[in-house]
């Protein structure tokens, strides 16, 4: 017992310690894809060039382009900072509602909350899907990567409630999520392109509606009416 805990505090003490150098290096990387994801968020990914970040972060075009190497390696930061920034404002707050509707309740209200926003600046992963859809490469996988991961913990919410009995047992969780996700879509074409008074109130009545629809309480209660109707038939 004594040796291991030996070995670990000589392991710890010659753990390498980042230089200042380098928490600097990773301090001003840090700077440059925040300006980069403001810029994407208003121009697309595309718009994206290592002069337009030296110019917003006043560094030269030599030192942006050493943090990234290439252009696709920017492009594909900006992705996972973007991502990461959606885990921590929709996913992880959501997690500490208990699971099935509840928290199902809270990824959309989460989701909705920074969709609002987004109406005013831009969604990376919709501009993101428009303008790399059909160009395969690894800026499209990280897109399409953050995309279904998120997707994933959706689909995940609602087998959830199946399973708990708050959605019906035989209904399809794939055309649950596939409708959740387009009043998403919906919400950002009818208020950022088309500028619709009331796209957000009707995407939240959209979503009361796909639960309501699907709820295991409405299915017992349209077993119930079919049986009625059913009696009343007989009797007649």
């Known amino acids: 017992m004594a040796s291991a805990v030996l070995a670990k505090a000589t392991e ?17 990387k840090s700077v440059i894809v925040d300006a980069a994801l403001g810029l994407a968020t208003q121009i697309g990914l595309e718009g994206l060039s290592i002069g337009a970040l030296a110019e917003v972060t006043g560094m030269s075009k030599s030192g942006v382009f050493a943090h990234f190497g290439s252009r696709e390696e920017l492009q594909i930061s900006v992705v996972r900072e973007y991502h990461a920034r959606f885990e921590q404002e929709v996913f992880y707050p959501a997690m500490e509602s208990r699971r099935g509707l509840p928290r199902l309740h ?12 987004e109406i005013d600046s831009g969604c990376i992963y919709i501009s993101g899907a428009v303008e790399f ?58 208020a950022r392109f088309l500028k619709s008074p009331g796209s957000i109130e009707r995407a939240v009545k959209g979503f009361s509606s796909i639960l309501e629809r699907n709820s295991a309480d409405a299915f017992e209660a349209n077993q119930s009416l079919a049986g009625k109707k059913s009696a009343q038939a007989a009797i007649k």
Do not use: C
């Open 12 to 28: 710890a003490a010659f753990a390498p310690v980042a230089s200042k150098g380098q928490l600097k290096g990773e301090k001003t």
């Open 106 to 117: 809270a990824l959309f209200a989460n989701w909705m909350k920074r969709t609002s926003v």
């Open 133 to 190: 859809d059909d160009r395969p490469g690894p800026v499209r996988d990280a897109i399409a990567s953050s995309v279904k991961t998120w997707l994933a913990a959706m689909d995940r919410a609602v087998r959830q409630a199946q399973e708990l009995g708050q959605l019906q047992e035989d209904a399809d969780p794939t055309q649950i999520l596939f409708e959740i996700h387009g009043l998403i879509l919906a919400l950002h074409y009818e």
